[in-house]
T-cell receptor, first 113, second 115 residues
Framework: GENVEQHPSTLSVQEGDSAVIKCTYS??????FPWYKQELGKGPQLIID?????GEKKDQRIAVTLNKTAKHFSLHITETQPEDSAVYFC????????????FGIGTKLQVIP | ETGVTQTPRHLVMGMTNKKSLKCEQH?????MYWYKQSAKKPLELMFV???????ENNSVPSRFSPECPNSSHLFLHLHTLQPEDSALYLC??????????????FGAGTRLSVL
């Protein structure tokens, strides 16, 4: 089955700096890679996703890159703000409404004001 | 609000109790999921229901019993749990079909403590 590894497990950055979280996956058939943000007391919420036919996707201060050959993908947050502090999960799956999604272990991001 | 509501938010139960977790989604989705979230571990998929039919049981002990009476409601019945079952239990839903990709919408979870 799919295996997703994520690092670092914790990350502290100064407000305004950039943060990068990296993930690798094992199943070359995976073609959908979402990123979730989980704030304290809440469930994970999708913040950005990328499909295998795209190498990069941006949404304001958030971007995700995908390298299919190397089977790794990364989340980049620029100009970090205190409200970006949360746990971030990467995930991988095949397309399809109820395909199994395999999650990484999570990265706890702390943005220091 | 994500459109997925879980109750109760917190639950404390003894090892001999029987309790149920409830999940309701208002998104018109056809697939629903139960996950277990423990500290320092990836999210663990427990069960998947698609159009009310169970499509995956991820080797979950029988002390966890899911029920999906319709596409909007999902239950997790608990009995004779162990202390190691203490965790955050998350419910999620997604739209069936290729067009929906596999975007999952999560509820806020039920924090379960087994004494």
């Amino acid at each position: 089955g799919e295996n997703v590894e994520q690092h670092p497990s914790t990350l502290s950055v100064q407000e305004g700096d950039s943060a990068v979280i990296k993930c690798t996956y094992s199943d070359s058939a995976s073609n959908y890679f979402p990123w979730y943000k989980q704030e304290l007391g809440k469930g994970p919420q999708l913040i950005i996703d990328i499909r295998s036919n795209v190498g990069e996707k941006k949404d304001q201060r958030i971007a995700v890159t995908l390298n299919k050959t190397a089977k790794h993908f990364s989340l980049h947050i620029t100009e970090t703000q205190p409200e970006d502090s949360a746990v971030y999960f990467c995930a991988a799956s095949k397309s399809g409404g109820y395909q199994k999604v395999t999650f990484g272990i999570g990265t706890k991001l702390q943005v220091i004001p | 609000e994500t459109g997925v509501t879980q109750t109760p938010r917190h639950l404390v139960m003894g090892m001999t109790n029987k309790k149920s977790l409830k999940c309701e989604q208002h998104l018109g989705h056809n697939a629903m999921y139960w996950y277990k979230q423990s500290a320092k571990k990836p999210l663990e998929l427990m069960f998947v229901y698609n159009f009310k039919e169970q499509t995956e049981n991820n080797s979950v002990p029988s002390r966890f019993s899911p029920e999906c009476p319709n596409s909007s409601h999902l239950f997790l019945h608990l009995h004779t749990l162990q202390p190691e079952d203490s965790a955050l239990y998350l419910c999620a839903s997604s739209q069936d079909g290729l067009a929906g990709g596999n975007i999952q919408y999560f509820g806020a979870g039920t924090r379960l403590s087994v004494l």
